[in-house]
């Protein structure tokens, strides 16, 4: 199952984290699955270094498959 | 023969009441609770109690027939007429005292609700096995909280042994059984509350080892909330502060 990050709370451990990103963050049906990580076990990469790890793939159209032309019959892909 | 409509109705606003009052008492804490996690979470479970509270009121309203709403009965009665227990009118006081009165009732609470979803009265039995769900997650916080802070630091095992000692004394009411509460349990609406107590008792004691604390051992028990013999000082307080928009602008509407 797919996850994404919703939000960062505070929790004296990982069962209450659980809970309370549960109260906080699925008030409004948002959720069917959490996971709490440690904000001090990420490792994220540096702002700084944007434009050399992602500025690179701007300019590289033929990385995205849609030069390709698709068979009516196909339908929508 | 079935049971009095007076006992249904009686027993619908023992429900719909403790709910209410409980769910008001935990809405006080909003926008003032130490962290933003509790703040939610106590709103959370406020909210929960209120959705309960328009099921059981609205129930209670249709069993008196006559033609009282959910609104009518929250919001028009006063102090006399109440039948929560003692302990959901108890004030706020300290988070700790906050807390431990939702873990008294919340355990309470499950076992009265898991009776209830037997219900030879579907209609009790539909609110109660939804109400169930909810409730299972108010226990479980609450039970979690009162060991981490009981096993704490000195000051927060003070604190929660303080309200602990000062809290007890309420459970006992929860555990009443009176005559209606004979007749609901005879024709199988609901369980003898007398009959709940061993289960409460034993997860009392487990939660409560493990949180360090230790049960007050007098079996005095503060009465009169749930027969509406006497309530204490704390409830027409709240009343005035629940109730004061429809007693001012009489059929205000949001």
Redesign the interface.
């Known amino acids: 199952m797919s996850h994404r990050h919703f939000g960062s709370l505070h929790a004296p451990n990982a069962e209450m984290a659980i809970k309370n990103a549960r109260d906080v963050y699925t008030r409004r049906n948002e959720g069917v699955s959490i996971w709490v990580v440690q904000a001090n076990d990420i490792a994220a990469s540096s702002p700084s270094d944007k434009g050399p790890l992602y500025e690179p793939a701007e300019d590289k159209v033929y990385r995205h498959p849609s030069f390709y032309k698709i068979p009516d019959d196909i339908g929508a892909m | 023969m079935t049971v009095s409509t007076d006992a249904l109705f009686q027993c619908l606003l023992r429900l719909g009441d403790n709910t209410l009052i409980l769910g008001q008492r935990l809405g006080e804490w909003c926008g003032h609770a130490p962290?933003?996690?509790e703040d939610?979470?106590l709103a959370?479970t406020a909210l929960d109690l209120m959705g309960q509270t328009r099921h059981w009121l609205t129930l209670a309203g249709e069993v008196e027939g006559k033609g009282r709403s959910e609104d009518d009965l929250a919001m028009l009665r006063d102090v006399w007429d109440f039948r929560n227990v003692l302990l959901v009118e108890q004030p706020n006081r300290d988070y700790g005292h906050t807390l431990m009165r939702q873990f008294l009732f919340d355990h309470y609470h499950l076992l009265m609700l898991r009776g209830l979803s037997e219900s030879a009265d579907s209609r009790l039995g539909d609110i109660a096995a939804k109400s169930v769900k909810e409730v299972t997650y108010h226990a479980?916080?609450s039970a979690?909280l009162i060991i981490?802070l009981g096993d704490g630091t000195e000051e927060s095992h003070m604190r929660m042994q303080e309200a602990l000692d000062r809290l007890f004394p309420f459970a006992g009411e929860l555990f009443e059984t009176d005559a209606i509460d004979e007749d609901l349990a005879q024709h199988g609406i609901a369980p003898l509350p007398s009959s709940l107590r061993p289960a409460f008792e034993a997860q009392l004691d487990i939660v409560l080892a493990e949180a360090t604390l230790s049960k007050p051992t007098d079996s005095f028990a503060h009465k009169g909330g749930r027969t509406g013999f006497r309530h204490t000082e704390h409830l027409g307080h709240l009343l005035a502060s629940m109730q004061w928009l429809q007693r001012a602008y009489p059929g205000a509407q949001w």
């Open positions: 962290a933003l996690e939610i979470a959370n479980e916080r979690e981490a």
